[in-house]
């Protein structure tokens, strides 16, 4: 509390500060933010880029930027997804993630691989609007207009149709149960290798504009609120999956029939317990996520969307399936992504395109499958260590090395330290004692 009130009389406020310099921006931040102008300075320098070109495309993607925030761009080689090998990329900050994605992908190279299928590519848009007249003549209006919103809309979509894309279905509907006097056009596209929130929303907005100009002629009194993409994108989902034979024992082709069948609790538990449905499904976010931003896709996007499928039945649940039946374990997921390769950031951030290139330039619909299958790999390895020898044995190998480095390890005891924990519990006190007996003479 008092440290609120020492921060809030500490601080400025400031006018103008978009249109300072980079440098004055640094200076304003260094001297009213911080305790340490100097050593800000210094700290937000040493990540700038010495192509003095690339940091200026970085600057300019966002306001007020003051420097490059590092995340690991990382690669999960060996995925076999539908008979082809990918190499993943990833952009993400937590240990054990790539390295649980590998294994995963290791795990499922020798029992066929992963299977993937587009289940729809159908994306949403709406038109929010209020009106309190009868309902006959909005109707009346709606119909008679609908060639309208698709005429008005030409010069936006003419390349989109051209390709095969555009506009599918514009309706109207009814939420006046929901909220008095709501009513919306509900609009659906296919943006095809475009994520499609610009093109969705240039529709929009000139659907809102026709929409208020016919309703005038007319003498129909409606009230345009808004104009909006939506996130959650039910009809835009892909399948992913893994299947193998149930064994008495271990085998290289199969899993064995007690790992399954914890396999297939774990996820009767998810489905039907909330709290572990969140922490399960944050597992497979960790896979999805990474490809998504090493792709220059929208994150937020798909979290949200993806959280709002989660729950599409009424309760939050699983993302993922498992079963086993005639001697088959069957493990699956329907995920619904709306993602692009084209637009946006594709083209101008270089580590986008690489990322792109690695994945061997996919359409959005393959790289539907490749990110629904990093979330299913993901979910896999977390489910297997938490059956089987718990999740914290593989976390703390992996954390191990940021807790020497902030320890201040150097690269030798590092290295003797890591080969020291193989047979070893990894905890703080254990690895301080050990970089404590290293350092004793
Ligand atoms: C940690 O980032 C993710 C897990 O908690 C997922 C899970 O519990 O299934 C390990």
């Not at 992913?240 to 538990?269: D, H, M, Y």
Request: net charge neutral.
């Amino acid at each position: 509390m008092d440290l609120c009130i020492f921060n809030r009389t500490m601080q400025k406020t400031v006018e103008g500060f978009s249109k300072l310099s980079k440098e004055e921006k640094i200076h304003w931040i260094a001297h009213n933010c911080t305790s340490n102008p100097e050593s800000t300075k210094k700290t937000l320098e040493q990540y700038w880029n010495n192509n003095k070109t690339l940091q200026k495309v970085h600057d300019e993607f966002i306001e007020n930027t003051l420097t490059n925030y590092y995340l690991p761009f990382a690669v999960a080689p060996n995925f076999l997804i539908n008979e082809k090998l990918y190499t993943i990329p990833m952009a993400i900050e937590e240990s054990s993630v790539v390295a649980a994605a590998s294994k995963a992908a290791k795990f499922w190279l020798n029992r066929g691989g992963f299977k993937t299928t587009i289940l729809g590519t159908e994306k949403v848009g709406q038109v929010h609007f209020m009106y309190h007249g009868e309902k006959q003549p909005l109707e009346t209006l709606i119909e008679d207009i609908l060639p309208i919103f698709y005429t008005a809309t030409e010069t936006i979509t003419l390349n989109m149709k051209r390709r095969g894309g555009g506009i599918k279905d514009i309706v109207l509907r009814d939420k006046t149960k929901a909220l008095g006097g709501y009513y919306q056009l509900h609009c659906t596209f296919e943006t095809l290798d475009a994520m499609g929130a610009n093109f969705i929303n240039s529709c929009l907005e000139q659907f809102a504009k026709t929409l208020k100009e016919e309703a005038v002629k007319k003498g129909i009194d409606l009230e345009v609120i808004m104009s909006i993409l939506s996130n959650y994108v039910p009809n835009c989902v892909v399948r992913a999956e893994v299947s193998c034979p149930v064994s008495e024992g271990k085998s290289e082709e199969t899993v064995s029939r007690n790992f399954a069948q914890r396999f297939v609790q774990a996820i009767l538990i998810a489905k039907s317990e909330p709290f572990r449905a969140v922490t399960h499904n944050k597992g497979i976010m960790n896979g999805i996520d990474a490809v998504v931003l090493a792709t220059g896709n929208d994150f937020r996007a798909v979290e949200a969307g993806v959280h709002a499928y989660a729950a599409k039945d009424g309760s939050y649940s699983s993302l993922t399936h498992a079963e086993i039946n005639d001697g088959v374990f069957r493990f699956w997921m329907d995920v619904p992504l709306a993602l692009g390769t084209v637009g946006g950031l594709t083209s101008l951030h270089p580590l986008v395109k690489l990322a792109l290139e690695i994945l061997q330039n996919p359409t959005a619909k393959d790289l539907m499958k490749i990110v629904a299958v990093a979330g299913l790999a993901q979910n896999f390895a977390a489910l297997r260590s938490l059956v089987t020898t718990g999740i914290q044995k593989g976390h703390m190998k992996m954390h191990l090395l940021n807790m020497l480095n902030q320890m201040g390890a150097s690269n030798e005891e590092k290295k003797q330290l890591v080969e020291y924990f193989k047979e070893r519990t990894v905890s703080n006190a254990s690895v301080k004692e050990g970089l404590e007996r290293l350092r004793k003479p």
